[in-house]
Each structure stands twice: as C-alpha cells, then as structure tokens.
C-alpha cells in the first residue's frame, strides 16, 4: 500500500522566494496534519484538516504561511516569502477517524527545507 | 494544557543492554498513550499504542505501559540491537482532542556494536 507521499524530498533556495511543499495523504483518511521538525523546537504541529477543511491553524507561524488541500488527495503548505529561520524538516501526516478514535497518524518522509 | 515530558537524550548503548526511555505526560482524564520511532531520513512510524490505564503495548520487543498514577507510558526493550538507533516520541492523544497528537520533544538512542 503508498504510504503519505511528500514532494520534493529536499528544497534549497534563497530567501525571499516562495516555496511550495506537496502532500498527497492515504487514500481513504480523512485527516491531514502538517508538522515542522527543528532542533531547537523539537516537532511542532502547524495545520490541520478534516475532510480537506482546516480545523486548527493555530501552529502557523505567520502570515507568511498557508496551507490548503483543495480536494481529498492533495494538500499543500506554501510559504512566501521564505527566510532562513524556515529551514526545518516539514512531515505531512494523514490518519482515519474509524470506530474507536484510536487509529494512528501515518508520516511522509518529509521535505528537508533549506532557505539560503 | 496537555503535555508530554521525555527523559533527555541523547542516549547510548551497547548492544544487548536493557533499555528504558522515561514517558510521563499532563492530560485530562484518560488520553491514549503512543510511541512513535523515528529512523534517520524518514518520517515518524507508530511503534506501539495503549488506550486505558494498565493497558500494555507491545511491538519489536519493545514495551510500554499506561500507568494512570504516575501518569507515565515509559518505554522499556530487554536486549537493544544496532538497528534500533533512531528518535523516540512519546505522544498522547488528548480525550476530548479531534485526531491531533501532542509529542514529547523526543530522545534520541544509540546503539553501540
């Protein structure tokens, strides 16, 4: 079975320029998370949503950041523009409601950001 | 407001040493309780769960269980391997909470052959 697919794996470029990361969950769940890894602050939960609408963006760091998932299969976080303090891992999680609430979060690979 | 607590890392081993990575958390009522590993440039993967107090969960020769009075889900494996070097997160799903996790900050395990 796919797993959470993430694109790209990895992205450099130059503050200033938008930056665009891509999440296609597992089909059938019904639940999408966005999460930043960093040393400093460990892994920190930015957005998510619940049958593609947003239910809890208070993770978002700034105006900077944005997030939409337009339909079912496909979610993605933008930043514009970016600076370097946004570098860090981002992972896309996708899980199922099901019967008993207790079903697991299911982690992409991530994409490694590097804003020069 | 919900949060879970892990033992500072990083930690190293040598292989076959007993392994104990403290969990204990903050959280309203009965929260479920996970474990999650993280392998060098990958994603999370959920290593074992328990969902009531007294529950055990089980998984790779790792173990962990719900302990509701000392309000801890700390992670224990008898006999460690090279492979199990990665990044553990504790993690709690808060009762009245959608899907969302609150993790612990992680601790990060080495094995030494």
């Known amino acids: 079975d796919a797993g959470v697919i993430q694109s790209p794996r990895h992205e450099v470029t130059e503050m200033g320029q938008e930056v665009t990361l891509r999440c296609k969950p597992i089909s059938g769940h019904d639940y999408l998370f966005w999460y930043r890894q960093t040393m400093m602050r460990g892994l920190e939960l930015l957005i998510y949503f619940n049958n593609n609408v947003p239910i809890d963006d208070s993770g978002m760091p700034e105006d900077r950041f944005s997030a939409k998932m337009p339909n079912a299969s496909f979610s993605t976080l933008k930043i514009q523009p970016s600076e370097p303090r946004d570098s860090a891992v981002y992972f896309c999680?996708?899980?199922?409601?099901?019967?008993?609430?207790?079903?697991?979060?299911?982690f992409g690979d991530g994409t490694r950001l590097s804003i020069l | 407001g919900d949060s879970v607590t892990q033992m500072e890392g990083p930690v190293t081993l040598s292989e076959e040493a007993f392994l104990t990575i403290n969990c204990t958390y903050t959280?309203?009522?009965?929260?479920?309780l996970f474990w999650y590993v993280q392998y060098p440039g990958e994603g999370l993967q959920l290593l074992l769960k328990?969902?009531?107090?007294?529950d055990k969960g089980s998984n790779k020769g790792f173990e962990a269980t719900y302990r509701k009075e000392t309000t801890s889900f700390h992670l224990e494996k008898g006999s460690v391997q090279v492979s199990d070097s990665a990044v553990y997160f504790c993690a709690l799903r808060p009762v009245r909470g959608a899907q969302k996790l609150v993790f612990g900050q992680g601790t990060r395990l080495t094995i030494n052959p």
């Open positions: 328990a969902t009531k107090a007294d």
């Open positions: 999680a996708s899980s199922v409601q099901g019967g008993n609430s207790n079903q697991p979060q299911h």
């Open positions: 959280a309203t009522g009965y929260p479920s």
